[in-house]
């Protein structure tokens, strides 16, 4: 028996009856032999840690559009807070973690630059609109490569439904889907203040009185609700209790945080970087760095726009519509 094989029979008798198990996976694309050692979603996590759409998360903006300090979340310290999270809360219910995890990984793959800054500008101007989510299933399963990474049908339905109307079909995936708004109001309550946006006198103190006052507490608090709330069941939930709170405290940073604060106040001119870049790409495509195409030329340029890093946005910027310094020709 490979180890692949007993990693599976161990998945049979531990999980728990509702966890997603890989042998039972509804499979790939394009059918492939199996690895002698990983199990699918072990190989499906790995793919998504070597991709290059995963390496240039570290250089988008997560709130703070290019902080001065070292310490503030970017969206691939989110990715690792969320996976963290989710992959505690699987262990706990006997789920299936490796799942997950690669869920979790990829979760946020389309992300564009400057945030959902970046991403309410391609929203607009994109015909059909943008969401990041939709891209980042886009990511996986064409643009990485140039042929996709050919993942399983469970972290792809993951991906795609880690945010909007619809649940997760797995109680994986709906695990990422928790853990990714536990991770995000925490952690951008945390950056908010360290830089000053905040104090926590601000932050009311009936919602602190019920999720903790410092950020391991709060952290504690939702994870350990998830996984009481949730323990032998068929869905993944929050308590009454603790999602009001949890919601009172989003709505509390969109107020505070999220629009027009001074963590903010860069973001018009991120914004009018994604926007002319996406028209000059349009009118220039022959600027494209991207493998010839018979998909819409719009459908190209969004793909190289929303994959930009903040760096590699502003240097095309100042590329092409900066005057660069002139100096005399010196004999």
């Known amino acids: 028996m490979e180890i692949r094989e007993m990693t599976e029979e161990l998945e049979e008798k531990l999980l728990s009856p509702h966890a997603a198990k890989s042998r039972q996976s509804r499979g790939r694309s394009q ?21 290059k759409a995963f390496r240039r998360l570290q250089g988008k903006t997560q709130v703070f559009i290019i902080p001065m300090g070292d310490h503030y979340r970017n969206r691939l310290t989110h990715t690792l807070e969320v996976a963290q999270i989710a992959r505690a809360i699987a262990k706990a219910l006997r789920l299936n973690e490796d799942l997950t995890e690669a869920i979790a990984l990829g979760h946020d793959l389309g992300h564009t630059p400057f945030g959902h800054a970046g991403e309410r500008v391609l929203d607009r101007l994109h015909p059909g609109g943008f969401r990041h989510n939709e891209q980042s299933l886009r990511v996986v399963e064409v643009l990485e490569q140039g042929k996709g990474l050919n993942l399983t049908w469970e972290v792809r339905d993951g991906i795609l439904k880690h945010t909007g109307p619809e649940r ?11 853990s990714d708004r536990v991770a995000y109001i925490n952690h951008d309550l945390d ?17 602190l009185s019920v999720l903790g006052w410092t950020h391991s507490q709060r952290i504690n608090t939702l994870v350990r609700d998830i996984i009481v709330t949730s323990w032998g069941k068929p869905e993944i939930s929050f308590s009454p209790p603790i999602q009001a709170a949890a919601e009172a405290l989003r709505q509390f940073l969109f107020d505070r945080v999220y629009i027009g604060s001074l963590a903010k106040k860069e973001e018009a001119k991120a914004m009018g970087v994604v926007e002319s870049l996406y028209r000059y790409y349009l009118e220039n495509p022959e600027a494209l760095e991207m493998p010839p195409s018979d998909q819409p030329l719009t459908t190209t340029v969004l793909d190289y726009v929303s994959g930009m890093t903040d760096r590699f946005a502003l240097l095309k910027f100042r590329e092409y519509f900066l005057p660069e310094p002139w100096s005399p020709i010196t004999e």
């Open 31 to 51: 059918e492939e032999e199996p690895c002698p050692v990983r199990t699918a979603f072990q190989r499906d996590r790995d793919r998504i840690i070597h991709s």
């Open 168 to 178: 997760p079909a797995t109680l994986e995936g709906q695990v990422v889907r928790l």
């Open 191 to 207: 950056d908010a203040l360290r830089g000053g946006i905040l104090r926590l006198e601000d932050v009311p103190a009936d919602l």
